[in-house]
Nanobody, 126 residues
Framework: QVHLVESGGGSVQAGGSLRLSCAAS???????????MGWFRQAPGKEREGVAR????????YYSDSAKGRFTVSQDNTRNTLYLQMNSLKPEDTAMYYC????????????????WGQGTQVTVSS
C-alpha cells in the first residue's frame, strides 16, 4: 500500500502562488518506480478533475488546459515527494487538491487501482 499526505494548501489572493507537497510512504515509496503520480482537484458541486501528473520513462508531465502555463509538477530524487507549484492563481482554482498514485493510467487521468491522499484546501480570493 501507498500512503499519501498532502500539505501546502491555504488561502491566497488572485495572482498569488502556492506550492503543494505530497509525501508518499509505504515500502519506502521508491519501491514503486513504475507509479504515476498526479494532482487532482474537486470544487464543491463539481466532479474531480485531473490537474497535473507525471509520465513514465521520463516523459513530459501532463497538465489540464487550465493548469498549463501556470502550474508545474515535479518530484524529488527519491520519488517519495510530489510537488505542485501553482502560480498566477485564479478564483477558479479554489478546490480541494488531492495527490494520487497509480500503476495504471488509462488515457490522461483515469488512475486505475490508485491511492489517494486526504486532500489539502486551496482557496483563491478575488
Amino acid at each position: 500500500q501507498v500512503h499519501l499526505v498532502e500539505s501546502g494548501g491555504g488561502s491566497v489572493q488572485a495572482g498569488g502562488s502556492l506550492r503543494l507537497s505530497c509525501a508518499a510512504s509505504g515500502n519506502s515509496g521508491n519501491t514503486y518506480p513504475n507509479y504515476i503520480m498526479g494532482w487532482f482537484r474537486q470544487a464543491p458541486g463539481k466532479e474531480r478533475e485531473g490537474v497535473a501528473r507525471t509520465a513514465r520513462d521520463g516523459g513530459s508531465p501532463y497538465y489540464s488546459d487550465s493548469a498549463k502555463g501556470r502550474f508545474t509538477v515535479s518530484q524529488d530524487n527519491t520519488r517519495n515527494t510530489l510537488y505542485l507549484q501553482m502560480n498566477s492563481l485564479k478564483p477558479e482554482d479554489t478546490a480541494m487538491y488531492y495527490c494520487a498514485a497509480a500503476r495504471l493510467v488509462v488515457g490522461l487521468w483515469d488512475f486505475r487501482g490508485g491511492y489517494w491522499g486526504q486532500g489539502t484546501q486551496v482557496t483563491v480570493s478575488s
